[in-house]
């Protein structure tokens, strides 16, 4: 969740970059194909020009143009309302007429940027024809040209692929899956809220209620205050799974704990395609220590009244890092937490980095969403997983997330 560095080496490098927030992008396409007023008699006539649409559920991507088969672009690129900092990783965008065709995309202005600017061995977009099978792009390259500029190119074998930076998870994928899973037997679902655009913000709760709760510890899971962050959605959403799934090893983690779940925080950045941001172009997770996003003010609201009745046992927010110079699975946890080497144990988070109020100041706590642990005073554990790492698949995602609730599970048996 920490570009920072990353956002600000953009904004003071390439300023003729930046365009307006969260505007609609500008096709500057040439146009006019409709001109051969001859087509049917020409044999050698061109083929459709090539398109390009965003507008879609999660689609982004800044300012574009079109020459032939290559597309020329720039990231949508966004300043927070709140702490001013610009961020600009996440790309979703549509092709049209590219069967057939070697089309290359050309990003521009990506220096610093952790997705393109470096080891770009490792920073493959991913492509779909079907929006569900997700495939790699794997001739890409990068250059110091335009502010630097990342160029992949690829064949695709259908007329309209969708290309993203990782496996996307947009807002309506998501509420749907949560909506589902609030259906099943083990579970129930509450709305707790809407967000400024007024999409609904879910709590699951997950447990056995054959078995009286007295007794249960409580965990609360908290997912995508960040927009683009959706390998940590992969990861939720595989633990929730795998919590439904009927396999033995759930079962206990249902008898004895009790899952309170809020997969998205931020329905609306999700929706629109953002980094990071809400629809107000705020950054939630800096929000914790005042009250100016209504999202964060309906979860800290009810976290409060869980850390009353009936108290946390455990609070896991789940991002997933975009920095550059964290190639690895991460987590933020407290110094001297017993929780961090079990979860090191069973999955692929390997680093801890230090968390909590005693390594850092209020506003660097606010910053990180640590103003959390200063209300709940429980453990609390930032999991970063790095999308960066070109061996993920949507299942490893989910199986992490798999292995992350055997850990929760392993270490409340301990
Ligand atoms: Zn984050």
């Known amino acids: 969740m920490h570009v920072l560095v990353n956002a600000l080496?953009?904004?003071?490098?390439?300023?003729?970059?930046?365009?307006?927030?969260?505007?609609?992008?500008?096709?500057?396409?040439?146009?006019?194909?409709?001109?051969?007023?001859?087509?049917?008699?020409?044999?050698?006539?061109?083929?459709?020009a090539l398109t390009l649409r965003t507008d879609f559920d999660s689609g982004s991507l800044g300012p574009w143009s079109i020459r032939g088969d290559t597309?020329?672009?720039?990231?949508?690129?966004?300043?927070?309302?709140?702490?001013?900092?610009?961020?600009?990783?996440?790309?979703?965008?549509?092709?049209?007429?590219?069967?057939?065709?070697e089309v290359a995309v050309e990003l521009r202005g990506v220096d610093g940027n952790p997705f393109f600017g470096e080891h770009p061995e490792e920073n493959q977009v991913v492509y779909s024809c079907d929006g569900s099978t997700w495939e790699r792009v794997t001739d890409h390259s990068t250059s110091p040209l335009a502010g630097g500029t990342h160029r992949f190119s690829h064949s695709y074998p259908c007329d309209r692929p969708r290309i993203a930076t990782f496996f996307p998870f947009p807002y309506e994928q998501l509420d749907s899956w949560t909506r589902t899973t609030g259906k099943n037997p083990l579970a129930s679902l509450r709305i707790l809220g809407q967000s400024a655009q007024g999409r609904d913000i879910h709590e699951l709760t997950i447990t056995n209620s054959d078995v009286p709760d007295g007794g249960k510890r409580t965990v609360f899971i908290l997912g995508r205050q960040h927009a683009g962050e959706t390998a940590g959605s992969y990861e939720l959403t595989g633990l929730v799974d795998f919590l439904l799934s009927g396999q033995p090893e759930a079962q206990p983690l249902l008898d004895d704990l009790i899952w309170r779940v809020v997969p998205m925080l931020n329905p609306d950045g999700a929706a629109l395609g953002h980094s990071r941001a809400t629809s107000l172009l705020r950054d939630p997770n800096a929000d914790w220590a005042n009250d100016s996003s209504v999202e964060v003010n309906i979860v800290r609201a009810h976290l409060e009244a869980l850390a009353l009745e009936?108290?946390?046992?455990?609070?896991?927010?789940?991002?997933?890092?975009?920095?550059?110079?964290?190639?690895?699975?991460?987590?933020?946890?407290?110094?001297?937490?017993?929780?961090?080497?079990?979860?090191?144990?069973?999955?692929?988070?390997d680093e801890q980095l230090a968390s909590g109020p005693s390594s850092c100041t209020a506003s660097d706590c606010s910053f990180r969403g640590w103003a959390m642990t200063h209300v709940l005073d429980d453990p609390m554990f930032v999991l970063e997983p790095s999308p960066h790492q070109v061996h993920w698949t949507i299942a490893s995602l989910q199986e992490q997330g798999r292995l992350t609730a055997q850990a929760i599970g392993g270490w409340f048996q301990r």
């Not at 003071?12 to 365009?19: E, K, L, R, T």
């Not at 920095?323 to 987590?331: A, H, I, K, L, T």
């Not at 407290?334 to 144990?345: A, D």
């Open 310 to 349: 009936p108290g946390l046992d455990m609070v896991l927010d789940w991002h997933n890092q975009v920095n550059d110079e964290r190639w690895y699975d991460y987590v933020y946890s407290p110094s001297g937490n017993t929780f961090f080497p079990v979860l090191s144990g069973w999955t692929s988070f």
């Open 9 to 48: 080496l953009i904004l003071a490098c390439h300023p003729q970059v930046a365009v307006p927030v969260d505007s609609e992008p500008t096709p500057e396409a040439d146009t006019d194909t409709d001109t051969d007023t001859d087509a049917d008699t020409d044999a050698d006539a061109e083929p459709p």
């Open 71 to 101: 597309v020329t672009a720039s990231l949508n690129t966004v300043t927070m309302a709140n702490t001013g900092d610009v961020y600009a990783y996440w790309m979703f965008f549509e092709l049209g007429g590219a069967l057939g065709r």
